[in-house]
Structure formats: structure tokens, C-alpha cells
């Protein structure tokens, strides 16, 4: 099992850029494929990106693309999501998800980070 905290969230203007941070516990987090996923108010959860166990082969949603990045550090036991040319459309609690590499659903979650994009 394990447990996620996320960080980094807050306000910023359009064009604007923040990076979230996830804080993973446990000594097995490099068997755990990574994601962030969000949920504007009103609108179901979305994925945003994701990572593989070892960082090599990441996944963006079209509407991140070429905007945010995600990597990790499997060395602290983090990974991050750097976010920029931020856009309204970005407002969302942002979760980080992992799960374990043999499995294709994600079962553990973040509490979640508020990140708001407002002129």
C-alpha cells in the first residue's frame, strides 16, 4: 500500500505556471505507475497525465499537451506535475493516483490540490 500527499496547488493568472508535487510513502513506490487526474466544479474527475514505473514512457490528455509535464523521482519517493501557459479551464482539485504496474486501475489517491487559474 501506498499513501499520497499532494502539494503545491494555489491561485495564479492566466499564462501562469505551477508545479504540484506528490509525496509517496512505503519503500515500493518504483512498482507503482503514477498519474494526476483533476475535477473542475461540476464536471467528473479527468484524467491529466501519467508516468510509468521507471519514468520512461509518459501519457498526456490533449488538453495538457505540450503544456505540463510529469516526472518522478523514484530515489525520494515524488513525483511532480509542472504546469504552465495556464488557462482558466484548469481550475480543478488536482489528485495524485498510483497503482501498481500489473494492475490497469488506480487505487490509491491523494486527498487533492486546488489549483485555480484567474485574472
Known amino acids: 500500500q501506498v499513501l499520497l500527499t499532494e502539494s503545491g496547488g494555489g491561485s495564479v493568472q492566466p499564462g501562469g505556471s505551477l508545479r504540484l508535487s506528490c509525496a509517496a510513502s512505503?519503500?515500493?513506490?518504483?512498482?507503482?505507475?503514477m498519474g494526476w487526474f483533476r475535477q473542475a466544479p461540476g464536471k467528473e474527475r479527468e484524467f491529466v497525465a501519467s508516468?510509468?514505473?521507471?519514468?520512461?514512457?509518459?501519457s498526456y490528455a490533449d488538453s495538457v499537451k505540450g503544456r505540463f509535464t510529469i516526472s518522478r523521482d523514484n530515489a525520494k519517493n515524488t513525483m511532480s506535475l509542472q504546469m504552465t501557459s495556464l488557462k482558466p479551464e484548469d481550475t480543478a482539485v488536482y489528485y495524485c493516483?498510483?497503482?501498481?504496474?500489473?494492475?490497469?486501475?488506480?487505487?490509491?489517491w491523494g486527498q487533492g490540490t486546488q489549483v485555480t487559474v484567474s485574472s
Open positions: 512505503g519503500r515500493t513506490f518504483s512498482t507503482y505507475a
Open positions: 508516468i510509468s514505473t521507471s519514468g520512461g514512457s509518459t
Open positions: 493516483a498510483g497503482r501498481k504496474y500489473y494492475t490497469s486501475q488506480f487505487d490509491y
